[in-house]
T-cell receptor, first 114, second 112 residues
Framework: DAGVIQSPRHEVTEMGQEVTLRCKPISGHNSLFWYRQTMMRGLELLIYFNNNVPIDDSGMPEDRFSAKMPNASFSTLKIQPSEPRDSAVYFC????????????FGPGTRLTVL | AQSVTQLGSHVSVSEGALVLLRCNYSSSVPPYLFWYVQYPNQGLQLLLKYTSAATLVKGINGFEAEFKKSETSFHLTKPSAHMSDAAEYFCAVKTSYDKVIFGPGTSLSVIP
C-alpha cells in the first residue's frame, strides 16, 4: 500500500491567499484525521471524519479553516484567508475505523505564510 | 479533563544505554494508551499501544511500555539505545470524548 498521501509537501504563500491541502487516506480506512504541528502548540487535532462525516471539529481554530471529505478516498483542508500564524506542518492520518485503531500518518505539508 | 504529560522535553542517552521516556496520563475512563515516534521530516508512526490486555506491551524496534494504573503511568523503555532511535516520541491517550490526544513529545538524542 502507498500509505497516506498528502499534497503538496511544501507550500509557501502570502498572507490573505487561499490554501488548500489535500489528503488521500489508505484504501479501506474509514476514519481520517487532520492535525497541525507547531513548536509552540505541539500536535493538535483539528478535525476527524468517520465514513466521510465530520465527527469532531472542535479543534478547528476559526472560521477561516474548513475541511471536507467528499468521498472515502479524498479530503481537503482549506484556509481562507491565510495568516502568518497558520504556518505549521499539517498532517493527515487515517485509521481502520475506531479512534483506538492505529493511526497512519502522511508525510505532512509544511505551510509557510509570509 | 483527560491529559497527557511527558516529563522531559529532551532526553540524551549514550549508545547502548537504557532508554526511559516518561508518560503520565489522566483519564476518567479505562485508558487506551499509545506511543508514537516521529523521525525528522516524517509523520508519526505507532510504536505500541495498550488496550487493557497485558500491562507490559511490546512494540517495534525493541521498545516496550508498562501500564501502571496506580501511578497513572505508561513509561517507554528500551534496554539498549541505537543511533537510529534518535527521534521525537509522543505519548497519547484516548479520551472519554472518543478522540486521541497527544502529549507534548520528548526528543531523544543518542550520543555515540
Amino acid at each position: 500500500d502507498a500509505g497516506v498521501i498528502q499534497s503538496p509537501r511544501h507550500e509557501v504563500t502570502e498572507m490573505g491567499q487561499e490554501v488548500t491541502l489535500r489528503c488521500k487516506p489508505i484504501s479501506g480506512h474509514n476514519s481520517l484525521f487532520w492535525y497541525r504541528q507547531t513548536m509552540m502548540r505541539g500536535l493538535e487535532l483539528l478535525i476527524y471524519f468517520n465514513n466521510n462525516v465530520p465527527i469532531d471539529d472542535s479543534g478547528m481554530p476559526e472560521d477561516r479553516f474548513s475541511a471536507k471529505m467528499p468521498n472515502a478516498s479524498f479530503s481537503t483542508l482549506k484556509i481562507q484567508p491565510s495568516e502568518p500564524r497558520d504556518s505549521a506542518v499539517y498532517f493527515c492520518a487515517s485509521s481502520l475505523n475506531q479512534v483506538t485503531d492505529t493511526q497512519y500518518f502522511g508525510p505532512g505539508t509544511r505551510l509557510t505564510v509570509l | 479533563a483527560q491529559s497527557v504529560t511527558q516529563l522531559g522535553s529532551h532526553v540524551s542517552v549514550s549508545e547502548g544505554a537504557l532508554v526511559l521516556l516518561r508518560c503520565n496520563y489522566s483519564s476518567s475512563v479505562p485508558p487506551y494508551l499509545f506511543w508514537y515516534v516521529q523521525y525528522p521530516n516524517q509523520g508519526l508512526q505507532l510504536l505500541l499501544k495498550y488496550t487493557s490486555a497485558a500491562t507490559l506491551v511490546k512494540g517495534i524496534n525493541g521498545f516496550e511500555a508498562e501500564f501502571k494504573k496506580s501511578e497513572t503511568s505508561f513509561h517507554l523503555t528500551k534496554p539498549s539505545a541505537h543511533m537510529s532511535d534518535a527521534a521525537e516520541y509522543f505519548c497519547a491517550v484516548k479520551t472519554s470524548y472518543d478522540k486521541v490526544i497527544f502529549g507534548p513529545g520528548t526528543s531523544l538524542s543518542v550520543i555515540p
